[in-house]
């Protein structure tokens, strides 16, 4: 007699296409044109005139186009401008670079148009993501917007993004070392990915692979990143910062590291540091709450061969005063939390204890 087993769905989520090379920008026509005759392309604001020329050779010839220029944070306003102008146009596509892609992808969701998305740094794993951060007018975060797909195509330029200042790379790879340690800590748990099931083991193994990478390849990348070089050990830290991260926590889950970014948030003495360079901070400090010293050792110790924060005063906190510290933990304990995915409970006071150690 066969016995019956329930067997929970586990899964995984990918962008639809990426492409990356040095002058990859060049492909963007033929690639917009798969999607159609007609593209509203919007560039962040503070790199319009950098890239104008770029985006406009590129699509030229190949499809109608409409090139604007984002207003700053991806608000609801934004997304609402954007998909104003894509229907009155008639576009067929949307196009998101810089700072705007997530504007794109969220006035694409709401259009049911498919997106491509044109990241010019490496700072953190969003280009691949079917997420979309919307901020109030006032530049605070308002909410996370889940999408039901991730971008069709992610087309990177390594050669655009070399020309970033190398802090950019950096604050990538402080987001991407916390793409393992997250997805582990959920592993062990049973806790969900992104798509509120358990990853697959895939996921786990492109989280590790995305640390390896890292690892081997970081101190190299940045040195390349300084002489606005597109070469080999950046081409693959690029692929990590975006691709490889990105997958591994959307498919593996996220944790510790990332609840203990939003908690230094409320924080204003961290406003003018990077989304990866905060999540560094998390990824000690996790490390601290699971009593890993010797991890914490070689991961604080490769951010600093990699100009990533290992302090609380690397990222302003020059005072940390127990209330502070206890604005952090209650933030990034509060119910529902993703810190709750690590594998053991964890306190608002594990957490101070763990900053206590970063100071």
Sequence with gaps: MLVKTTVKPRGARFPGRY?????????LGQEAQTYGKRATALVDRGIFDLLEAEVTNA?????????????????????????????????????????ALDTAKAAARDLG???????????????????AVVYNEDGTVAYDSFLPNNPNLVLVDTALIARAPARFLAAGIGDALATWYEADSCRRSGAFNCMKMPGVSLAFEVARFCRETIFEFGVAALSECDAKTAGPAIERVIEANILLSGIGFESGGVAAAHAIHHGLCELDDVHHHLH???????VLAGLKIQGLDDEFIRVRDFCRLVRLPTRLADIGIADPTEAKL??????????????HNEPMPVTETMVINALKALI
């Design 19 to 27: 492409i990356q090379a040095d002058g990859a920008m060049a492909l």
């Design 59 to 99: 699509l030229a010839g190949r499809v109608d186009f409409d090139l604007a220029r984002h207003g700053g944070e991806c608000s609801e306003r934004e997304i609402s401008a954007l998909a104003e102008t894509a229907r009155s146009k008639g576009a067929d596509v949307v196009i998101g670079g810089g700072k």
């Design 113 to 131: 148009l498919p997106v491509i998305v044109v990241p010019t740094i490496a700072a953190s794993d969003a280009p691949c993501s079917a997420l």
């Design 276 to 282: 990866g360079e905060k999540v560094a901070i998390g």
């Design 326 to 339: 206890a604005i952090v933990a209650r933030r990034a304990c509060r119910a529902g939390e993703i810190i």
